[in-house]
């Protein structure tokens, strides 16, 4: 049964660099079938994609985050990573971890979720 | 950009009864749409894909419906563990990304 775990630290300072692991078990990273994606979540909010990466190394970032995002993916370990830099209180979110499914070369959905990691942004 | 739009804001709807929740795409999207429901302090779970075909696991009273623009996810016969918030996220501007709607709470009558 696959499972993801966020980690990482709960509290990151303004300016600052957050970063955080997505633990994949059940499923091996090294697939053609699926992309692993990062959304967030602010306090009482909606969903925003966040970005998304193929075990290749092809990666897409949500546009609004102004290339502030970057992925990695760590197959020796089956994890993958977001990097979020000069974070703001505005990045203060439950980030979640997902497996995306395709269909041909577009991602569509995310069928699998992490529980979500609370990260607050403040000094 | 492709904006999503989903009402109601929050749909009041007695146990049994029947859900009609809306999502609307600013521009045409063909059947690229996806519907999710997050119950508090949990994640999101997929529900449907493609407009219409439900995720493994999802119960029959959950049907999605719509091409284009204009969405729906009907849920008949409410159950208890139905009372969430529902997102509508649309796939069809890939790459680079999708978009989610604002979401639909279906609250107890």
């Known amino acids: 049964q696959l499972q993801l775990q966020e980690s990482g630290p709960a509290l990151v300072k303004p300016s600052e660099t957050l970063s955080l692991t997505c633990s994949v078990s059940g499923d091996s990273v090294i697939t053609n079938s699926y992309y692993w994606g990062w959304l967030r979540q602010p306090p009482g909010r909606g969903l925003e994609w966040i970005g998304s990466i193929h075990f290749s190394g092809s990666s897409y970032y949500n546009r609004s985050l102004k290339s502030r995002a970057s992925m990695s993916v760590d197959t020796s370990k089956n994890q993958f990573s977001l990097k979020l830099t000069s974070v703001t209180a505005a990045d203060t979110a439950v980030y979640f971890c997902?497996?995306?499914?395709?269909?041909?070369?577009?991602?569509?959905?995310?069928?699998?979720w992490g529980q979500g990691t609370l990260v607050t942004v403040s000094s | 950009e492709i904006v999503m739009t989903q009402s109601p804001a929050t749909l009041s709807v007695s146990p049994g009864e029947v859900a009609t929740l809306s999502c609307r795409a600013s521009q045409t999207i063909g059947t690229n749409l996806a519907w999710y429901q997050q119950r508090p302090g949990q994640a999101p779970r997929l529900l449907v894909s493609g407009a219409s075909t439900r995720a493994t696991g999802v119960p029959a009273r959950f049907s999605g419906n719509g091409s284009g623009t204009d969405f729906t996810l009907t849920i008949s016969s409410l159950q208890s563990e139905d009372f969430a918030v529902y997102y509508c996220?649309?796939?069809?501007?890939?790459?680079?990304?999708?978009?989610f709607g604002p979401g639909t709470r279906v609250e107890i009558k």
């Open positions: 997902a497996r995306q499914s395709t269909s041909g070369v577009v991602v569509v959905a995310a069928d699998s």
């Open positions: 996220q649309q796939y069809d501007t890939w790459p680079p990304g999708f978009s």
